[in-house]
C-alpha cells in the first residue's frame, strides 16, 4: 500500500559532516540532525547531490540513513536517496530503506548512460514495480539523463508507487507543464523543486515544496520563504527569495559542489569537514576566498560575525548626486566640442 499523505514542505538534502580522516562523524550528524529539525525543516533528504551519495560506499550509504532516522526518531520524515549502479541494486536499497521506516525514496534518473525517454521510462517501471516503498523520481538534467514530461504522466498513471517528483532543472515552464499533466489525474502526486533559486515562483505555480540545499545552511530562512509564500504574504516572500538567491549563488559558483555548502555550514557552527574529493592548492585557496565571503552573507542575516577587518559595504548613491554627476559630464563634452569646433 502506498501512503496517502502527500509529500509537502521543505525536505533538507543534508550535507555528511566528514571528521579528520574522511570518514562519516556520526556524533556531529546526530547533532546536525537535531539542529535541522529544531530549525523548522519539514524532512530530511539524506544520500542526495548535496549529500555526495556517489562519494560513499553503499555500505555508507545505508548507515547513513540508518543514523538519521535513528536520530530524526519519527519527528519528521525521511526521503532516503536510494539510487544505485543499477535497478537491481537499487531496489535492494528501497528494502532495506523501508525496513528502517522511510516515508519514501528518491531515485535519479540513470546517469553516466545518456537514455532515452523509453530507456528513462522503463527504468523508473522496473524499480516501482518492485519497490515496497514509494518512491520519488528525481530529475536533474546537469547530472542525468532528463525526465521529460510525457514520461513522467505515463509513471504517475501506470505506477501507483511513484508518488512525486523532485526536480532540480530550475525550468519553471517545465514544472508548470509537469503538474497540468499530472496532477488532474493524480490529485496525491507532490511535486518538489531542487532549485532554491526560484523556491517561491516554484510554489506559486503549484509546486508542494522543495528538497533545497540551502535549508541545511540558513534552515530558518528557507522556512520562513515556504511559509510565507504559501501564507500569501508576496511582499515579504519576494525580497526574503532575493536574500536567498545571492547566499544560493555565493554556495553554488564559487566553488566546486558542494564544497560552497559546506564551507558556510561550517560557518554556522556545525563541524561539516572536507569533502572526500581532493583538492588542488588554488581551490583550497579559493574556498578559503569563499569562506569570507559567505561569512559576510550569513552575517548580514544575523547568523555570525562578520569576519576580521569586517566586510566590504557597497556605497550607497544618491540618484540626485548622480543625476549631478551626469550633467556636468555631458555638459563638459558640450563645451569641448564647442571649442573644437572654433578652432
Not at 509537502?8 to 538534502?13: E, N
Not at 543534508?14 to 562519516?24: A, F, K, T
Not at 549529500?51 to 543514523?67: K, L, M, N, P, S
Not at 525550468?171 to 493524480?186: E, K, Y
Request: charge should be negative; glycine fraction near 8%.
Amino acid at each position: 500500500m502506498t501512503n496517502s499523505t502527500r509529500l509537502t514542505g521543505i525536505y533538507t538534502p543534508n550535507v555528511v559532516p566528514l571528521d579528520d580522516r574522511g570518514e562519516i562523524h556520526e556524533a556531529e550528524l546526530r547533532r546536525y540532525v537535531d539542529w535541522l529539525i529544531d530549525r523548522g525543516v519539514h524532512g530530511l533528504y539524506p544520500n542526495g547531490s548535496t549529500g555526495e551519495f556517489t562519494r560513499f560506499t553503499a555500505d555508507e550509504r545505508r548507515r547513513i540513513i540508518q543514523i538519521i532516522v535513528d536520530q530524526t526518531a519519527g519527528r519528521v520524515p525521511i526521503l532516503a536517496g536510494a539510487a544505485e549502479a543499477n535497478t537491481r541494486e537499487t531496489i535492494r536499497a528501497c528494502e532495506h530503506y523501508c525496513e528502517l521506516g522511510v516515508r519514501a525514496v528518491a531515485i535519479v534518473s540513470p546517469f553516466y548512460y545518456k537514455l532515452t525517454p523509453a530507456g528513462v521510462y522503463a527504468y523508473f517501471k522496473e524499480i516501482a514495480d518492485h519497490s515496497p516503498v514509494d518512491v520519488t523520481l528525481y530529475n536533474i538534467p546537469m547530472f542525468a539523463s532528463p525526465i521529460d514530461v510525457p514520461t513522467v504522466a505515463r509513471l504517475a498513471e501506470q505506477c501507483p508507487r511513484v508518488v512525486g517528483i523532485k526536480d532540480s532543472s530550475g525550468d519553471l515552464p517545465h514544472m508548470m507543464r509537469m503538474i497540468a499533466a499530472v496532477r488532474p489525474m493524480r490529485p496525491d502526486f507532490s511535486f518538489l523543486t531542487g532549485w532554491d533559486a526560484a523556491l517561491m515562483p516554484m510554489l506559486l505555480v503549484g509546486c508542494d515544496g522543495g528538497t533545497n540545499a540551502t535549508s541545511g545552511v540558513v534552515p530558518e530562512i528557507t522556512r520562513k520563504l515556504y511559509d510565507l509564500t504559501v501564507s500569501g504574504d508576496l511582499a515579504q516572500a519576494r525580497d526574503l527569495q532575493y536574500r536567498l538567491l545571492k547566499l544560493f549563488d555565493a554556495m553554488l559558483y564559487s566553488a566546486e559542489f558542494p564544497d560552497g555548502f559546506r564551507a558556510a555550514l561550517t560557518l554556522r557552527g556545525v563541524q561539516a569537514g572536507v569533502s572526500r574529493q581532493p583538492k588542488s592548492d588554488n581551490q583550497r585557496l579559493e574556498l578559503s576566498e569563499l569562506s569570507r565571503q559567505l561569512q559576510c552573507l550569513l552575517a548580514a542575516e544575523g547568523f555570525t560575525d562578520e569576519p576580521v577587518g569586517g566586510c566590504c559595504v557597497p556605497r550607497e548613491f544618491d540618484p540626485e548626486q548622480i543625476a549631478r554627476i551626469v550633467r556636468q559630464v555631458v555638459g563638459d563634452l558640450q563645451n569641448s566640442t564647442r571649442a573644437d569646433s572654433t578652432k
